[in-house]
């Protein structure tokens, strides 16, 4: 078993202006085979929560710590990170004019796996999995990120997911923005990959929507830069009925 550890996590993003501290004491465990949805209002600082264990140079750890079976993953590059293990959705949000899905699918896994796929199985997997998901065959060729819809974006993330097969995933509002059948494909893929029990799910949400399909085993409540209530699923209808104001009140 694997286990994902943050611990009094402080985090100040790098405005034109100001470090303003966002992440003010960030403490959650995920275990590999665990799913954990991470809850909060807009602007709560859950997008910056997985800004920072992702790597993203914007984001200055303050204080606190990450670590991956107790390896501190804070000094590591982005491709170490991804080495060690941690799937991090909005790692490759840019266009690359060039390089098709395929090629960098194959990129990612070769990075990730320490040694190229062969070509025949690989292809194999690819297909399977853009079956899986949907995904019409000429997706592989188009150019990364260029021109996704939306849609497009979140299943091209989670068909990297399924592919890479990692310790961890965070995944970053994955469910906005997708329609009512896109939400179910994506769904059924995150399920995929938990169903094999060695990847831990860190799933980021406003909307208790995906939940539905995605049952968490844990939900956390963010608000104000921390986590400030944890329960079981039960906490989510609790959410979906009342909303985030009680929290959002009590801890501002
Ligand atoms: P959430 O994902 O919960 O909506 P975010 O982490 O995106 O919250 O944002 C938390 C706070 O940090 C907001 O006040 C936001 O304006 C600020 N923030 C986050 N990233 C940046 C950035 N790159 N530049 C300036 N402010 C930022
Ligand atoms: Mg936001
Ligand atoms: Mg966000």
Do not use: C
């Not at 665990?34 to 204080?63: D, F, Q, R, V």
């Amino acid at each position: 078993m694997a286990t994902l550890d943050i611990k009094d996590l402080h985090v100040s993003v790098d405005t034109n202006e100001e470090k303003k501290p966002i992440l003010k004491g960030v403490d959650l465990t995920v275990n590999s085979g665990e799913t954990h949805a991470l809850m909060g209002p807009n602007g709560s600082g859950k997008s910056t929560l997985a800004y920072s264990i992702a790597g993203h140079p914007k984001y200055e750890i303050t204080g606190g710590s990450v670590t991956l079976d107790g390896v501190d993953i804070l000094d590591m590059t982005v491709d170490e990170r991804a080495r060690a293990g941690l799937f991090l959705a909005m790692q490759y949000p840019v266009e690359v004019p060039g390089v098709s899905v395929a090629n960098f699918l194959r990129t990612a896994a070769t990075a990730v796996r320490g040694e190229s796929p062969k070509l025949r199985t690989w292809v194999k997997e690819v297909k399977g999995a853009m079956d899986d998901l949907k995904m019409d065959p000429s997706f592989s060729e188009r150019s990364l990120n260029e021109g996704f819809s939306g849609g497009e974006k979140k299943r091209h993330e989670i068909l990297q997911m399924e592919l890479l097969k990692p310790k961890f995933a965070v995944l970053d509002e994955t469910d906005s923005g997708l329609d009512i059948d896109a939400l179910r494909v994506v769904s059924d893929g995150i399920n995929r990959v938990r169903s094999s029990g060695d990847t831990g799910v860190l799933l980021i949400t406003h909307y208790t929507r995906i939940l539905r399909y995605v049952k968490p085993d844990f939900v956390h409540v963010f608000a104000g830069g921390k986590i400030v209530e944890s329960g079981g699923p039960e906490l989510a209808d609790e959410l979906e009925a009342n909303g985030y104001e009680r929290f959002i009140t009590a801890n501002a």
